[in-house]
C-alpha cells in the first residue's frame, strides 16, 4: 500500500497545555496537560524520520542533541536534526538558538550548572509561519507560548544541560561533549524548483522539507524512501487514503496527491537530494 495513515500518541507533559490545535481534541481540565503528539506507524519498524507537534506553555529546558557518530557511540542508531514550523506564537514567544558568542566546554559546563547559560544562549522571537531547521549540536530551548511541527530524525535521545531548577536530571558530561556551543547559522536558502508549484524549506544533511499548496500532483519516491506528508490545513486525499489537519501519512513509491482548495502541507524525507 503506497500510503498509510499514521496512528497518534499523546504525551503528557509538565510544560503542555489544555488548549491544542484545530484537528486535537483538548484534554479534560482535570486531566495533565498535553505537550506533544507524536505520529508513529503501526508495528516494530524503525523509521529514519518522526513528526510530532509541540504545544508549549512554559520554556523548554536547555539541551542539546548529539549527531549520528556521538549518538551511536551511545548505543543509539541516530542522531538528531529537527525542524519547526511555527504554527501559532503568543507575541513575546522565543526560541534559543545557539549562544550569543563562542562557549568552551568548560564555560558552558559552569555556565549550565549555575544558570547563567539561560542568558548566554540568543533567544530569538518566532512567529507563525517562521521555519528553523536546527542541526545536531546546536544549544537550544524551545520558549512557551507556542504550537509548532516538529520533523525530526527519528530517536528520543536528548541531553538537558539546564533545566531552570526543576529536579529533573541533567546530562552534562554528554551535553557538553557534544554541543556545537557557538552562535547559530541557518542552512543556506536551497534554491528553488523551476515549476514554482512547490517551494523547498530545508535541504539539510539528514532530511528535506517541501512546501505544497493545494491542487493534485503525483508523487514518485525512489525506491526504499519513505516520504512523510503533514497536513498543516485542510483535508484530501494521498494514494486512495484520506486525510486531514492534525494527522500525517507516511508515503511510498507512487501516489496521487489530491489537495483540497486552502489545503497547506509539508512533505518530508530523508536524505540529501531533492525529488
Known amino acids: ?44 519498524g524503525d523509521p529514519e524520520l518522526l513528526v510530532k507537534y509541540l504545544f508549549t506553555s512554559q520554556k523548554l529546558s536547555v539541551q542539546v542533541h548529539p549527531d549520528d557518530a556521538e549518538a551511536r557511540k551511545a548505543g543509539y542508531k541516530r542522531g538528531k536534526d529537527e525542524a519547526w514550523l511555527i504554527l501559532a506564537a503568543e507575541p513575546d514567544a522565543t526560541i534559543a538558538l545557539g549562544t550569543k558568542r563562542p562557549l568552551s566546554k568548560d564555560e558552558l559546563r559552569a555556565a549550565s550548572l549555575d544558570g547563567s547559560v539561560e542568558q548566554l544562549l540568543d533567544w530569538k522571537p518566532v512567529k507563525p509561519g517562521d521555519f528553523i531547521y536546527s542541526p545536531a549540536g546546536t544549544v537550544h530551548a524551545i520558549g512557551g507560548g507556542l504550537t509548532l511541527i516538529e520533523i525530526q530524525q527519528n530517536v528520543d535521545l536528548t541531553y538537558r544541560l539546564y533545566d531552570y531548577g526543576s529536579d529533573r ?34 535541504e539539510g544533511p539528514k532530511f528535506v522539507i517541501e512546501h505544497w499548496p493545494a491542487g493534485t500532483r503525483d508523487i514518485a519516491l525512489p525506491e526504499g524512501v519513505t516520504g512523510w506528508l503533514v497536513p498543516v490545513r485542510g483535508e484530501g486525499t494521498v494514494g486512495g487514503v484520506a486525510w486531514r489537519e492534525g494527522e500525517c501519512v507516511t508515503v511510498s513509491g507512487r501516489a496521487e496527491l489530491h489537495a483540497e482548495e486552502g489545503s497547506d502541507l509539508l512533505f518530508a524525507y530523508p536524505g540529501d537530494k531533492r525529488l
Open 169 to 202: 536530571e541533567l546530562h552534562l558530561d554528554a551535553g557538553v561533549d557534544v554541543s556545537d556551543a557557538r552562535p547559530f547559522e541557518p542552512l543556506p536558502t536551497p534554491a528553488q524548483p523551476a515549476d514554482g508549484d512547490r517551494r523547498i524549506l530545508a
Open 1 to 44: 500500500m503506497p500510503a498509510t495513515l499514521l496512528a497518534t500518541r499523546r504525551v503528557e507533559k509538565p510544560w503542555g497545555r489544555h488548549d491544542l490545535w484545530p484537528g486535537f481534541d483538548n484534554p479534560a481540565p482535570a486531566a495533565e496537560p498535553i505537550g506533544e503528539v507524536w505520529f508513529q506507524a503501526p508495528g516494530e
